[in-house]
């Protein structure tokens, strides 16, 4: 795992998201309008995240999942910033902020919408 100086040198703006909380713009992220299958890792420390079968168009501008693809990879904090009271997602291995969890995901898929920043992930794709 990189440290924060090394992180920062390489890749300033996952550094501002991951490190200080920053958000990328909506519709500017790489995998916001990505179709391929395969798994989001990770772009700090590597660990399986979430799956392209919970992904799902929210019309936000960022990747949306229905859920990780294994609760106990990510934490979720209260997140009070902004004047919002908002639960935030953080990899539970490297603690990179990856995004916020909402309520108003499909009501099929238990109504959960993580929206996570491009940049905080990497897809290893899976061919088909």
Do not use: Q
Request: with cysteine; proline share 3%; hydrophobic share 25%.
């Amino acid at each position: 795992m990189k440290t924060d100086e090394e992180l920062k040198a390489e890749n300033p703006e996952l550094y501002h998201i991951a490190r200080e909380g920053g958000t990328e713009g909506a519709f500017r992220g790489k995998y916001w309008n990505e179709h391929a299958k395969g798994m989001y890792k990770c772009a700090v420390c590597g660990t399986e995240l979430f799956s392209s079968e919970t992904k799902f168009d929210s019309k936000s501008g960022w990747p949306s999942f229905t859920e990780p693809v294994n609760l106990e990879k990510v934490e979720l904090k209260t997140d009070s910033s902004f004047g919002m009271k908002r639960t935030e997602v953080v990899c539970k291995t490297c603690g990179a902020h990856l995004g916020h969890v909402f309520d108003d995901g499909p009501e099929d898929k238990g109504g959960k919408r993580y929206c996570i920043n491009s940049v905080c992930l990497e897809l290893e794709k899976k061919e088909d």
